[in-house]
């Protein structure tokens, strides 16, 4: 994606609704994107409100008519557009954070996108008191048909070496991004649970020592495995179904009134990673990754230790307290966490299936990214 640019002349693209509506989406939206004025370069080509209308099209494809390659392209654009509030600074930044016309893209992408999620959530309990809410919660998880995933499993027993190296790379989007949702998470919150999502971010920043922020950990583990460090080309790499996993958390992060799902899918995801983290360290010692270096395993096994005491206290000292006072929104915080179930099982589905149909890497190989 680019943020900035010289703002290049384009011609007007001719598009056929018909056939090539991702392709075209796709495409418009990167020629607005590389140019330093959205708007006014779909205006000067005549193309204001066609980014919607195509946006619209493809999600109907993606969604209703359950067109893959459709799934992955919005899921791709609105990964691009979130992009937009998360680039560093730097000189030269564009005005397209608040692009009117990539801002209608984006609503009537997470409109038809939401209506689809919520349709596979199924039915979730209304009128939950904040006491049970943590109940509530471990029971969607563990009777949720994703709960304790077969791909931690052949990882921990079966998978190779440069099978689990590929999942560091699929993995790399949302764990370098949770840092961010975790600052996100403190805008606007009551003082009284404030505490508990500091504590969630100091561990993140490494508890103060800059050797040992989650970020560094994780890139200190690429670094070991000689994986060059090519946000892009891990995304490029992702089907709809990571997208969608990493989209699901920023909408949530970003739209005010989803707060209350919000909070729900961060649950999901802090008492879900001790468990299938605990796996993973099993698969790469067994193939060799770390043995030499234990360290280098620091983000996972961190996890392992520190995500078991975040999953309750996240419920204890931030649902709880936030549903005490809005009682009525326990069905929205089961909602979050129901969405969060289906993207993870989604995303470890296609890992699985990738891996297993992964041809292996030859021996000599495997001298690049020991």
Same mark, same amino acid.
């Given at each position: 994606?680019?943020?900035?640019? /010289?703002?290049?002349?384009?011609?007007?693209?001719?598009?056929?609704?018909?056939?090539?509506?991702?392709?075209?989406?796709?495409?418009?939206?990167?020629?607005?994107?590389?140019?330093?004025?959205?708007?006014?370069?779909?205006?000067?080509?005549? $193309?204001?409100?066609?980014?919607? $209308?195509?946006?619209?099209?493809?999600?109907? !494809?993606?969604?209703?008519?359950?067109?893959?390659?459709?799934?992955? +392209?919005?899921?791709?654009?609105?990964?691009?557009?979130?992009?937009?509030?998360?680039?560093?600074?730097?000189? /030269?930044? +564009?005005?397209?954070?608040? @692009?009117?016309?990539?801002?209608?893209?984006?609503?009537?992408?997470?409109?038809?996108? =939401?209506?689809?999620?919520?349709?596979?959530? /199924?039915?979730?309990?209304?009128?939950?008191?904040?006491? *049970?809410?943590?109940?509530?919660?471990?029971?969607?998880?563990?009777?949720?048909? /994703?709960?304790?995933? *077969?791909?931690?499993?052949?990882?921990?027993?079966?998978?190779?070496?440069?099978?689990?190296?590929? %999942?560091?790379?699929?993995?790399?989007?949302?764990?370098?991004?949770?840092?961010?949702?975790?600052?996100? @998470?403190?805008?606007?919150?009551?003082?009284?649970?404030?505490?508990?999502?500091?504590?969630?971010?100091?561990?993140? =920043?490494?508890?103060?020592?800059?050797?040992?922020?989650?970020?560094?950990?994780?890139?200190?583990?690429?670094?070991?495995?000689?994986?060059?460090?090519?946000?892009?080309?891990?995304?490029?790499?992702?089907?709809?179904?990571?997208?969608?996993? %990493?989209?699901?958390?920023?909408?949530?992060?970003?739209?005010?009134?989803? %707060?209350?799902?919000?909070?729900?899918?961060?649950?999901?995801?802090?008492?879900?990673?001790?468990?299938?983290?605990?796996?993973?360290?099993?698969?790469?010692?067994?193939?060799?990754?770390?043995?030499?270096?234990?360290?280098?395993?620091? %983000?996972?096994?961190?996890?392992?230790?520190?995500?078991?005491?975040?999953?309750?206290?996240?419920?204890?000292?931030?649902?709880?307290?936030?549903?005490?006072?809005?009682?009525?929104?326990?069905?929205?915080?089961?909602?979050?966490?129901? !969405?969060?179930?289906?993207?993870?099982?989604?995303?470890?589905?296609?890992?699985?299936?990738? !891996?297993?149909?992964?041809?292996?890497?030859?021996?000599?190989?495997?001298?690049?990214?020991?």
């Amino acid at each position: 994606m680019l943020t900035h640019a /010289g703002g290049a002349a384009f011609a007007r693209p001719e598009i056929n609704i018909a056939h090539d509506t991702p392709q075209a989406l796709r495409r418009l939206v990167n020629d607005a994107l590389s140019n330093d004025n959205a708007d006014t370069f779909l205006a000067s080509r005549g $193309a204001s409100g066609q980014l919607e $209308a195509l946006a619209q099209r493809c999600c109907d !494809m993606a969604f209703a008519e359950s067109d893959l390659a459709a799934r992955r +392209t919005v899921h791709r654009v609105l990964h691009d557009l979130y992009g937009l509030h998360l680039s560093r600074p730097h000189p /030269g930044l +564009t005005d397209n954070q608040y @692009s009117i016309e990539l801002l209608r893209a984006r609503r009537a992408i997470e409109a038809s996108w =939401m209506e689809w999620e919520l349709g596979q959530a /199924g039915p979730i309990p209304a009128n939950v008191e904040p006491e *049970a809410i943590g109940d509530a919660i471990k029971s969607l998880w563990k009777t949720h048909c /994703g709960y304790n995933h *077969a791909v931690f499993d052949f990882m921990k027993t079966d998978a190779s070496r440069p099978q689990i190296i590929k %999942y560091f790379t699929t993995d790399y989007a949302l764990n370098m991004r949770f840092y961010d949702l975790i600052v996100l @998470s403190l805008v606007g919150i009551d003082e009284d649970v404030r505490m508990e999502v500091a504590h969630n971010f100091w561990d993140e =920043m490494g508890q103060g020592n800059p050797a040992r922020t989650h970020v560094r950990l994780y890139r200190d583990l690429l670094d070991y495995l000689q994986i060059e460090d090519t946000p892009e080309q891990f995304v490029d790499a992702l089907g709809w179904e990571g997208l969608s996993g %990493y989209n699901l958390l920023l909408y949530f992060a970003f739209n005010r009134r989803q %707060y209350f799902r919000s909070i729900g899918a961060l649950a999901i995801t802090e008492l879900s990673d001790p468990e299938q983290y605990a796996k993973l360290l099993s698969g790469c010692r067994r193939v060799g990754i770390g043995n030499d270096q234990p360290s280098i395993l620091d %983000y996972y096994s961190e996890h392992v230790e520190v995500d078991a005491l975040h999953g309750d206290g996240w419920i204890d000292n931030v649902i709880v307290p936030v549903l005490r006072r809005y009682p009525g929104e326990a069905q929205s915080v089961l909602e979050g966490a129901a !969405m969060r179930l289906n993207s993870s099982k989604a995303y470890w589905d296609w890992q699985l299936a990738d !891996m297993k149909g992964a041809k292996p890497v030859p021996s000599v190989a495997l001298a690049g990214v020991n």
